[in-house]
């Protein structure tokens, strides 16, 4: 699952994702737009949270 993936399964917008998640807003941009890569682990432990609190 990719970031944008990850975000989609919250409804949020880009702003509101990186807000929620304190991760600055052009760090996230860059990852969803694929400038940038963000680490594995920031991958699998945003999926990990996003699926516990979006899955009700």
Do not use: C, H
């Not at 990719?2 to 917008?13: A, F």
């Not at 880009?14 to 963000?38: C, H, M, S, V």
């Not at 680490?39 to 699926?51: D, G, H, I, R, S």
Request: no cysteine; hydrophobic share 30%; aromatic share 12%.
């Amino acid at each position: 699952m990719d970031i944008k993936e990850i975000r989609e399964l919250t409804g949020l917008n880009q702003t509101d994702f990186a807000k929620k998640y304190n991760i600055p807003l052009r760090t996230y941009q860059n990852w969803e737009y694929g400038t940038r890569k963000p680490p594995e682990y920031v991958l699998t432990l945003l999926q990990m949270v996003v699926e516990m609190e979006y899955s009700n």
